[in-house]
C-alpha cells in the first residue's frame, strides 16, 4: 500500500516557501505521492445567503496543475488530483495541462476526477451544472484519446475536435484516471470507466458495499476488478495508534492506496503540518520501508 499526503490546501497559506518545504519535507519522511483538492472560485456567503458550503471565497486553494508543475521541480512524489471537478473545466485545456505536468515530473501524474457540487463555481466557469454526469464520462475517453493519438476527430454531446491534437504527448499514454466516488452511480461510473477511484467512506460495510458496485461494473464492462486501484484517506487526530488502526483497516480491505490528510486538526502553519506528518509517518513504520 503506498502512502503518501493531502496537501493542507485551506491552510498553508499563500507563501511559496510554505509549499516547498511541505513538498520536501512530505519526501524526506517517506511518503509516496501528494494529493491536491481543486476548486477555482469560492462562494462569497454575503451574497449566498445561508451558504452551507464547506468552502466559501476565504478559503485558500492553490491550482493544482500550477502547483503540481511546481512541485514536479521541487520534488519525486507522484502528483494527485483528488480531485479535479472535470466537467467544469474545458477537456482539451485539462488534456494539455495533465499532459504537460506528467512530462515534467517524467510520468508522475494521477489525474483524479469528480463532479463537484458548487454551482457557483459552474457558472463562474460558464458550464453547466446539470449535465455535469454525462459531460464527465464523455470527457474520460476524450482525453485518453487526447493524450495518445497524435491528430484526432472527435464530435460529442459536448465536445468536438477536428483533426487536432496535443504536442507534446505525455509520458504516460494515457495518463491514470481515478474518479472520486460516494454514490451508487459514481461507484458504478467508476468501475466502469476509471483506472482507481477515491471512496468517501471508511473501511466496513459502506465500503465493502461500495466495492461490490464498482467490481461489478467493472465485470459487467468486460474490464478486470483486479486491476483498478483503491485509495482510502486518514484523517490525522494526534493518535498514533488511531492511524495506525485506521491505515490497517483500510489495508485489509484492499487499498492499495492511502493518504494522510491533516487539514482541519487544527494545527496552523506548515511546521505544525509537518510535525503531524512526521509523528505519523512514525506510526505507519515510513522510515523503515
Known amino acids: 500500500m503506498r ?6 490546501q485551506t491552510e498553508i497559506g499563500a507563501d511559496a516557501g510554505a ?22 472560485v469560492g462562494a462569497d456567503p454575503e451574497v449566498h445567503r445561508g451558504w452551507r458550503g464547506p468552502y466559501d471565497v476565504s478559503s485558500t486553494f492553490h491550482e493544482p496543475m500550477v502547483l503540481f508543475g511546481y512541485l514536479a521541480a521541487l520534488t519525486s512524489l507522484e502528483l494527485v488530483t483528488a480531485i479535479i471537478i472535470l466537467p467544469q473545466r474545458q477537456t482539451a485545456l485539462v488534456a494539455k495541462q495533465a499532459a504537460e505536468v506528467d512530462l515534467l515530473s517524467e510520468g ?8 463537484g457540487w458548487n454551482q457557483v463555481e459552474y457558472e463562474a466557469l460558464g458550464q453547466d451544472f446539470g449535465t455535469r454526469g454525462s459531460r464527465m464520462e464523455e470527457q474520460v475517453g476524450l482525453l485518453r484519446r487526447l493524450w495518445t493519438e497524435p491528430s484526432i476527430t472527435f464530435e460529442g454531446a459536448f465536445d468536438r475536435v477536428t483533426g487536432a491534437g496535443l504536442a507534446p504527448l505525455p509520458v504516460q499514454r494515457p495518463i491514470p484516471v481515478w474518479f472520486g466516488a460516494q454514490s451508487p452511480r459514481a461507484y458504478r461510473r467508476a468501475g466502469r470507466l476509471g ?12 465500503l465493502e458495499e461500495a466495492k461490490a458496485i464498482v467490481e461489478g461494473a467493472a465485470v459487467e464492462a468486460g474490464r478486470d ?12 487526530t494526534g493518535s498514533q495508534e488511531a492511524l495506525a488502526e485506521l491505515a490497517g483497516r483500510w489495508r485489509e480491505a484492499g487499498a492499495t492506496h492511502l493518504a494522510v490528510n491533516t487539514m482541519g486538526a487544527g494545527l496552523g502553519s ?20
Not at 518545504?21 to 476548486?39: N, S
Not at 508522475?108 to 463532479?115: A, K, Q, S
Not at 483506472?195 to 459502506?206: A, H, I, R, T
Open 3 to 8: 502512502i503518501g499526503v493531502v496537501f493542507p
Open 19 to 40: 509549499v516547498r518545504a511541505y513538498g520536501q519535507a512530505a519526501e524526506a519522511l517517506g511518503y509516496r505521492h501528494v494529493m491536491a483538492y481543486d476548486h477555482v
Open 108 to 115: 508522475r501524474l494521477r489525474l483524479g476526477v469528480g463532479l
Open 195 to 206: 483506472d482507481g477511484w477515491f471512496p468517501q467512506v471508511s473501511p466496513g460495510p459502506e
Open 225 to 236: 476488478p483486479g486491476s483498478l486501484g483503491m485509495e482510502g484517506r486518514v484523517g490525522w
Open 270 to 289: 506548515v511546521d505544525g503540518h509537518l510535525a503531524a506528518l512526521e509523528s505519523a509517518a512514525e506510526a505507519l513504520g515510513l522510515r523503515n520501508d
